[in-house]
């Protein structure tokens, strides 16, 4: 009978997909800094979601041979989020650190968050990123909305230290959407950031498409927040008010015996204007129905299809 592996201090999640040898280059790197300068026991946990490019299949299989290396399959894709919460699950470690693939986060900038443990979460952030215009633009939008609707006061990156009981918190919240950053801010806000510089994607062209970080952002306004619902509530009361003052003055108006020609123009915008409002609220409404009905019916956020690898400790 084998004696159990020992508890690392730190995991470290990958999420992966259809990725190149930069994974190869993370994973060394990785194994260097922790055993050559932090020096302390560690965890790799790669997380699959859904590769269908036979490379990078092969690839995992080679490291999931690796000491203290672990590969984790989902059965499809789920999204970024998603693999990100299944390597949640499966982590042992005091600390928790997430790291994309791709080498725009240096492993070697871990130690100085790791200089920042007496918080409950330390986030690497960026000036400057080496993103095209529309990805910065993207994540400058996304930047403003962390701000005004999850509180906070730090730019984000990838690249995070989370502590245990953070994490234990994260998953005891069910959801079948999950947003890394709100989950995080429903469990802490002793959070700090720490700059380190942004490197080139080692994969050429980012795998993030518009559609993608769309899917995340309505994530965030609706699978995460109340901030839609507020929008639309506070834009009925700003119409149902100007149409009660339209009513004032038109009552006035014929009182003092004013001529008031009604117009059939404006007649029509109004008209317009508040069925188009009363769409998008129902619309929106139906988009909150459709995440309650999901977690109801308990779609899974991610399901795996196998482990690989042993996840020994230094």
């Known amino acids: 009978m084998t004696a159990p592996a ?57 490291l999931a041979k690796k000491k203290a290396v672990m590969v984790i399959r989902l059965t499809r894709n789920f999204g970024k989020p998603g693999a990100v919460l299944c390597g949640l699950q499966a982590s042992r470690g005091d600390w928790i650190i997430t790291i994309d693939d791709d ?114 952002f309505s994530d965030l306004l609706v699978g995460n927040s109340n901030f839609m619902m507020q929008v639309f509530t506070r834009i009925g009361f700003v119409v149902a008010a100007l149409s009660f003052a339209l009513a004032i003055g038109l009552i006035t108006r014929k009182l003092l015996g004013i001529p008031t020609q009604a117009g059939w123009s404006s007649l029509m915008v109004t008209i317009l204007l508040l069925g188009g409002l009363n769409l998008a609220a129902v619309g929106i409404t139906g988009q909150y129905f459709i995440r309650i009905l999901d977690i109801t019916s308990k779609k899974p956020a991610f399901v795996v299809r196998e482990r690989l690898g042993c996840p020994d400790t230094d």
């Open 103 to 216: 080498l725009q986060q240096s492993p070697n900038d871990i130690p100085l968050l790791i200089a920042e443990e007496q918080h409950d979460m330390v986030t690497a952030s960026h000036g400057r990123k080496q993103h095209s215009l529309q990805q910065r633009a993207t994540s400058r939008i996304k930047a403003g909305f962390d701000r005004s609707v999850l509180g906070y006061q730090v730019k984000l990156s990838p690249l995070k230290l989370i502590r245990r009981h953070v994490v234990d918190g994260m998953l005891a919240i069910k959801t079948n959407r999950p947003f890394i950053p709100a989950l995080i801010r429903q469990v802490t806000n002793d959070i700090v950031a720490v700059p380190v510089e942004h490197h080139k994607s080692a994969n050429g062209r980012s795998r993030y498409t518009l559609a993608r970080r769309w899917s995340q």
């Open 6 to 62: 020992s508890k690392p201090r730190y995991s470290v999640i990958v999420p992966v997909y259809n990725t190149g040898d930069s994974l190869k280059t993370l994973v060394e790197q990785l194994q260097s800094v922790f055993t050559k300068t932090i020096k302390a026991g560690f965890e790799i946990i790669l997380v699959d979601d859904g590769s269908t490019g036979e490379k990078t299949n092969v690839m995992l299989n080679a």
